[in-house]
């Protein structure tokens, strides 16, 4: 028997010398019990699966390095953060990305119409950093309260199983927050043509931190080295036809072929504070920063360049979470940002273990010492201090001891009472969808009116007449357009009342800034900032 041809064993290390039959009283059974192989072989696969993630379960994953240019524009990145990841040029940080759609269970179509998700881990010297982002800078919702209703109106209805638009409708037009990232989702900008050929955004709103302490608000941006390309519906529907896959695909075989898919990371940043002065609030996750005033700089560049060996254990089992942050990062005081926060080391430890920071994909590169023990899956003890007796700190005898502190570090002050509060400079949620609607080229203008249209066809009038109120006012011809074509009685859907639970439009706002970007403006511009390899 050659190298390659490796005899099969069992997973106790037993030589396996019949892989096709049952153990079986002659050759017609019955089969027996203690058939030992076969139990174990069956019962293991009865326990291949662990249940998908309950959002973006539909992904694929690649390996690969950042490498950071060490400065921020003309400054050192050290003014801004002492993050090493970021501060260090001339290194390059192991990486493993998983690209994903949201709504879709695991198997479903890579051509849906939904925001991408974009999540990055990188395996620093200083332990593990995640950015988990998604395509759209935007996002649906600005508090986390309402996350597990959103996720429930976009997925199928609990009774049929079935897809309704009216669900999502239902749910948006009472919720005009949603609108601006609404408008990106429904125009070609929410059926990228490939993960690719994609931008990414880490969408909420971080610190970093300097070796002064000082503190600043930064958003993150990944814009691919390929051109941006977005499909249409008729587009997305032939590709559908022939491969629910062709994301996954396209990044495979890209990677095999070596033709390597890389990112500049860019950011936005702001003194840490919260900037009365500026219209939107620097938390909410609804807007976007204008590039006018906070131009996206570049600071390093991802490539991607090896896929996993094994999908299961590397892209199904890797654990993406907001909390994991490196020293020099904090978090922000974005409400989104803190209910993430719990629930993805809460829903890993639910989906994969509690020891699921012990696998390979998820483990940091840098030292692990804790005196965390034990759980189901342990596959090994946190190297401990010289006394492996002592698993507790505080200690005398050996054990493990805590890290110098800083002398100098950030401290956030905070004062204010106690309450169940919406932000309240996020007044004209209207005015950043409509100037997302009026930056779009005529096609993408004409796709996105297309798609709202058909979907309000299927809704009840009561939903479609306040869709079309709240698109009226975000801009006055997408409220008559979208009327128009799905046949609702615009006169009749702005005599409604303004949302109970919301101040509606903002009456005295200024016209459309002129610096609000097209996004057609960040299609392929990521050259010259990203060197060749
Ligand atoms: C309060 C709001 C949110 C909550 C509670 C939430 C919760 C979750 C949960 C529970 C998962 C499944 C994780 C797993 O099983 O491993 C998930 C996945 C994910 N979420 Fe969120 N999410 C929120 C908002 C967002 C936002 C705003 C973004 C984009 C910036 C985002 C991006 C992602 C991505 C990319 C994944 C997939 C990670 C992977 O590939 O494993 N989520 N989210």
Same mark, same amino acid.
């Given at each position: 028997?050659?190298?390659?041809?490796?005899?099969?064993?069992?997973?106790?290390?037993?030589?396996?010398?019949?892989?096709?039959?049952?153990?079986?009283?002659?050759?017609?059974?019955?089969?027996?019990?203690?058939?030992?192989?076969?139990?174990?072989?069956?019962?293991?696969?009865?326990?291949?699966?662990?249940?998908?993630?309950?959002?973006?379960?539909?992904?694929?994953?690649?390996?690969?390095?950042?490498?950071?240019?060490?400065?921020?524009?003309?400054?050192?990145?050290?003014?801004?953060?002492?993050?090493?990841?970021?501060?260090?040029?001339?290194?390059?940080?192991?990486?493993?990305?998983?690209?994903?759609?949201?709504?879709?269970?695991?198997?479903?179509?890579?051509?849906?119409?939904?925001?991408?998700?974009?999540?990055?881990?990188?395996?620093?010297?200083?332990?593990?950093?995640?950015?988990?982002?998604?395509?759209?800078?935007?996002?649906?919702?600005?508090?986390?309260?309402?996350?597990?209703?959103?996720?429930?109106?976009?997925?199928?209805?609990?009774?049929?199983?079935?897809?309704?638009?009216?669900?999502?409708?239902?749910?948006?037009?009472?919720?005009?927050?949603?609108?601006?990232?609404?408008?990106?989702?429904?125009?070609?900008?929410?059926?990228?043509?490939?993960?690719?050929?994609?931008?990414?955004?880490?969408?909420?709103?971080?610190?970093?931190?300097?070796?002064?302490?000082?503190?600043?608000?930064?958003?993150?941006?990944?814009?691919?080295?390929?051109?941006?390309?977005?499909?249409?519906?008729?587009?997305?529907?032939?590709?559908?036809?022939?491969?629910?896959?062709?994301?996954?695909?396209?990044?495979?075989?890209?990677?095999?072929?070596?033709?390597?898919?890389?990112?500049?990371?860019?950011?936005?940043?702001?003194?840490?504070?919260?900037?009365?002065?500026?219209?939107?609030?620097?938390?909410?996750?609804?807007?976007?920063?204008?590039?006018?005033?906070?131009?996206?700089?570049?600071?390093?560049?991802? %490539?991607?360049?090896?896929?996993? &060996?094994?999908?299961?254990? #590397?892209?199904?089992? @890797?654990?993406?979470?907001? /909390?994991? $942050? *490196?020293?020099?990062?904090?978090?922000?005081?974005?409400?989104?940002?803190?209910?993430?926060?719990?629930?993805?080391?809460?829903?890993?430890?639910?989906?994969?273990?509690?020891?699921?920071?012990?696998?390979?994909?998820?483990?940091?590169?840098?030292?692990?010492?804790?005196?965390?023990?034990?759980?189901?899956?342990?596959?090994?003890?946190?190297?401990?201090?010289?006394?492996?007796?002592?698993?507790?700190?505080?200690? %005398?005898?050996?054990?493990?001891? &805590?890290?110098?502190?800083? #002398?100098?570090?950030? @401290?956030?002050?905070?004062? /204010?009472? $106690? *309450?169940?509060?919406?932000?309240?400079?996020?007044?004209?949620?209207?005015?950043?969808?409509?100037?997302?609607?009026?930056?779009?080229?005529?096609?993408?203008?004409?796709?996105?009116?297309?798609?709202?249209?058909?979907?309000?066809?299927?809704?009840?009038?009561?939903?479609?007449?306040?869709?079309?109120?709240?698109?009226?006012?975000?801009?006055?011809?997408?409220?008559?357009?979208?009327?128009?074509?799905?046949?609702?009685?615009?006169?009749?859907?702005?005599?409604?009342?303004?949302?109970?639970?919301?101040?509606?439009?903002?009456?005295?706002?200024?016209?459309?800034?002129?610096?609000?970007?097209?996004?057609?403006?960040?299609?392929?511009?990521?050259?010259?900032?990203?060197?060749?390899?």
């Amino acid at each position: 028997m050659s190298e390659e041809q490796r005899p099969l064993t069992t997973r106790q290390g037993h030589p396996l010398s019949d892989n096709q039959n049952l153990r079986t009283v002659g050759e017609r059974g019955p089969a027996t019990l203690e058939n030992y192989p076969f139990i174990e072989k069956i019962t293991h696969f009865d326990r291949e699966r662990i249940p998908e993630r309950v959002v973006h379960a539909r992904g694929t994953g690649a390996h690969g390095y950042f490498e950071a240019y060490g400065n921020v524009g003309d400054e050192p990145a050290t003014t801004y953060t002492r993050a090493k990841v970021i501060t260090e040029s001339g290194y390059r940080t192991p990486v493993f990305v998983r690209f994903s759609t949201v709504v879709g269970s695991k198997g479903s179509p890579e051509t849906a119409r939904d925001p991408r998700g974009f999540a990055v881990k990188f395996y620093t010297k200083d332990g593990n950093w995640d950015l988990v982002g998604n395509n759209l800078p935007v996002f649906f919702i600005r508090d986390a309260m309402k996350f597990p209703d959103m996720v429930h109106a976009f997925k199928p209805d609990p009774v049929t199983n079935a897809e309704e638009p009216w669900r999502f409708y239902d749910f948006v037009s009472n919720s005009p927050e949603s609108l601006h990232m609404i408008t990106w989702v429904k125009s070609p900008w929410g059926i990228p043509a490939s993960y690719r050929e994609m931008i990414g955004s880490g969408v909420n709103t971080y610190k970093w931190i300097n070796d002064q302490g000082a503190a600043f608000l930064v958003k993150y941006h990944w814009v691919p080295k390929l051109p941006v390309r977005n499909l249409t519906a008729a587009q997305a529907a032939e590709v559908q036809a022939k491969d629910v896959g062709h994301a996954t695909r396209d990044l495979y075989d890209a990677i095999e072929r070596g033709d390597f898919p890389s990112w500049e990371l860019r950011v936005q940043l702001m003194p840490d504070g919260e900037h009365p002065e500026l219209s939107f609030d620097p938390l909410d996750d609804t807007k976007t920063w204008p590039e006018d005033q906070f131009p996206k700089v570049p600071v390093g560049y991802m %490539v991607l360049n090896r896929n996993p &060996e094994n999908v299961f254990a #590397e892209t199904e089992q @890797a654990a993406f979470g907001t /909390g994991v $942050l *490196v020293d020099g990062m904090d978090f922000s005081d974005d409400k989104m940002l803190l209910g993430r926060t719990l629930s993805y080391s809460d829903t890993h430890r639910h989906r994969v273990g509690p020891n699921y920071l012990q696998l390979p994909i998820n483990t940091s590169h840098a030292p692990v010492h804790t005196n965390q023990r034990d759980g189901a899956m342990t596959a090994f003890v946190d190297a401990s201090g010289k006394n492996p007796h002592v698993n507790y700190e505080p200690s %005398v005898m050996g054990g493990l001891s &805590e890290a110098p502190k800083r #002398e100098r570090d950030y @401290a956030e002050t905070v004062q /204010g009472s $106690l *309450v169940r509060q919406p932000l309240s400079r996020t007044i004209d949620d209207y005015k950043a969808a409509g100037d997302r609607y009026r930056s779009f080229e005529a096609w993408e203008r004409e796709e996105l009116l297309s798609n709202i249209s058909n979907d309000l066809r299927s809704c009840s009038p009561e939903i479609a007449l306040r869709m079309v109120w709240h698109l009226y006012h975000c801009d006055e011809d997408y409220g008559t357009q979208i009327a128009r074509r799905a046949g609702v009685d615009l006169q009749k859907a702005l005599k409604l009342p303004p949302l109970r639970h919301h101040p509606g439009p903002n009456k005295n706002r200024e016209p459309a800034a002129p610096g609000i970007p097209s996004p057609t403006t960040i299609r392929g511009t990521v050259e010259p900032g990203v060197p060749a390899h």
